[in-house]
């Protein structure tokens, strides 16, 4: 059985959407926010992040990209993501990579810009730096998104889940649907959808 250490609003999201649209059983452990970070948990994580999947053999795994893959790829069935041998493959792998290195690290030097500058005063350029990042990748997975329903291929993937969570940590999340209208027709969709209300329920990601 797979065991999730997360906690909510975090990476862990995308993670649970996975385990919970393959319909495989696995046990949840939250991780305080707060408090010294516990020798047991940063021995799987050394850098004190979740999430961190627990695997069936007990090996564990960090990085929630990496992770959707390996999940889309354990569990085929589920059809989380285009198939090995899909043309479309390609670009789950390209957007799936671009998203995690380019807005999600954004989004840390947002919210952790204190650790992305040695001068103290320098941290609401760090912040500023941060938004324009995330507003260039939002912008050219907008123009992806021209023409087509999802992302990638003809359904929904977790490609579609990592983007939607990664906009509703934008600091100006109010500009979403004027600025990137494909973006937010996908979001849309992903609100009424019966697996992403059930976990927005407990992240409180976005307004119910």
């Known amino acids: 059985m797979y065991k999730l250490y997360t906690r909510?609003?975090?990476?862990?999201?995308?993670?649970?959407?996975?385990?919970?649209?393959?319909?495989?059983?696995?046990?949840?452990i939250d991780v305080p926010k707060s408090g010294p970070p516990d020798q047991a948990?940063?021995?799987?994580?050394?850098?004190?992040?979740?999430?961190?999947?627990?695997?069936?053999?007990?090996?564990?795994?960090?990085?929630?990209?990496?992770i959707c893959i390996l999940l889309a790829?354990?569990?085929?069935?589920?059809?989380?993501?285009?198939?090995?041998?899909s043309p479309d493959r390609a670009d789950f792998l390209r957007w799936m990579t671009f998203m995690s290195s380019v807005i999600y690290q954004a989004d840390l030097r947002f919210f952790y810009a204190h650790r992305y500058t040695a001068d103290p005063g320098g941290v609401e350029a760090v912040k500023q730096a941060a938004i324009s990042e995330m507003d260039r990748g939002l912008a050219i997975l907008d123009a992806a998104l021209e023409s087509r329903d999802w992302l990638v291929g003809g359904r929904l993937s977790l490609a579609d889940i990592y983007l939607v969570m990664l906009v509703a940590w934008h600091p100006e999340i109010e500009k979403v649907a004027s600025t990137w209208p494909n973006i937010e027709r996908l979001w849309a969709k992903l609100r009424g959808h019966q697996v992403m209300r059930k976990l927005n329920a407990s992240h409180a990601m976005w307004p119910a």
């Open 8 to 28: 909510a609003n975090t990476g862990g999201f995308v993670v649970e959407a996975a385990l919970s649209l393959a319909a495989v059983p696995f046990d949840q």
């Open 41 to 66: 948990f940063l021995d799987i994580s050394p850098l004190n992040q979740v999430p961190v999947l627990i695997l069936p053999d007990g090996s564990s795994m960090t990085e929630s990209a990496a």
């Open 73 to 85: 790829e354990r569990h085929p069935e589920a059809a989380l993501a285009p198939a090995a041998n």
